[in-house]
């Protein structure tokens, strides 16, 4: 029994660990709750490392994805997934306590329902596990630690539930004491008066075996049923399975451990409405276009929508990138004529900052604009190869390495890349952010000319949008 109760022990430290990992998680998700920036934590041993300041981790990407979280339309930021991955680690880890302190740790149907228990995290361990390797194609450290945890936890309860179904686990009786004393021992009272007039010797012939067995005194007899080893309480606890009616409010209270925190937090998370709307418009949105020199938009998908969506945006510019991850799963989508504006970081062509930021984002960004029906195309693939381009830029050669990257993907595109024409057509469109006072950083989001506050475009960007473009849509009409 001391080993079956070591296994449960396992599991409730397995629980305690994946707790401590959500929690981490749930902490970082709710520090954005001020609608700022914030170091997030990524990293096997929670809280050892220095946490993520420059948004690089998979953790970031996990955290900032559409999967992080749920009700986003409801809830600004939505309803972290890894809340109720606390509630329910909470739970396991009660759970396997009340086997310990109840005795019932040797129980088949009480480590059954432990290990049934632990198939929900397991279950949504490997869902979360597949999308975030191949949709998101990051590897969060925290993420992991849940999903370990998870697995690990089944693995060990099940061996806990399996051999509290042996008929070795089951025996309840101390393995130190001779076999014939245990025998005697779980006899009946009116057996243990008849045995009486043998007990003044301590020994006696067993006549078919031959063989001599020892059997208690009288005196060793009564100092057992004083210290209650013969029908004792904690005997009779574990020999007796756990009802179903038990089992039934042991899943009745896992309900209530998940419900109660999500139902707190979604009651008491921040109403951000009052920022919609709030944080500036385009004064001059048609300032510096010419449809002689080529227009300063770049249209993305269809332009017959009533709701026009303007994106200001460097196409080496990850923010960017994860915003287009982000919108891609939006209603919005769907339901705006989506345009782009050109503007890289670059100092190579961006005479508003000193240092390239995204150094190679003039010559891509002139590709977007040659590009014309194919924009998108052009965008998808700076997008996809961020990482390549912006170690090109940063060489010797710098944008020419860039533009021979581009010119080889692209050949049609070859002649117009480095164009006067090209050119004229990306500094009009540096004109018109100067125009209508935009600041120096991407992306920035208008929605007709009402500009989505920076703060909304990462986590609060399904509540925000939402809010934003059923506004812009009821004033169309």
Known sequence: MLAQRAWVSVVLVIAIVGFVFASFSTSDFTAHLDRQVHAIHCSFIPGADTPDVAGTSGCHVTLMSPYSSVLRDTVWGGIPVSLPAMAVFAYLAFLA??????????????????????????????????????????????????YSSSTLGLIVSVIAFV?????KSADTVDEDEPRATKSFETMGTADTVEAAPMMADETEVDENAGARIRLATASQMDRRMRAGRVGSPRAARTTSSIGFGVLGGAFVLGVAFVLVPVVAYASGAPDFSHFIGSCGTLAHPDAADSSAGGSIYVALGPQ???????????PLCPSCRAFEARFSEHRAASEVSRRAVLFPLDHECNWMIDESIHPGACVVSQAVLCAEGDAEEVLAWAFANQEALHEAGQGRNGNAEVTRMVRAQFPALASCIGSATVQARLNRSLRWAVANQLPVLTPQVYVDDTRLCDEDTDLGLDYALSRLLDREEGGAR
């Open 97 to 146: 306590l009340a086997l310990l302190v109840s005795g019932k740790e040797g129980d088949a149907r009480a480590t059954g329902y432990q290990a049934l228990a632990w198939g929900l995290p397991f279950m949504t361990s490997l869902v979360f596990g597949y999308l975030s390797l191949h949709e998101l194609g990051a590897a969060c450290k925290l993420c992991i630690g849940i």
């Open 163 to 167: 051999r509290a179904r042996s008929p």
């Open 304 to 314: 017959t929508r009533h709701v026009t969506m303007t994106e200001v945006l460097d």
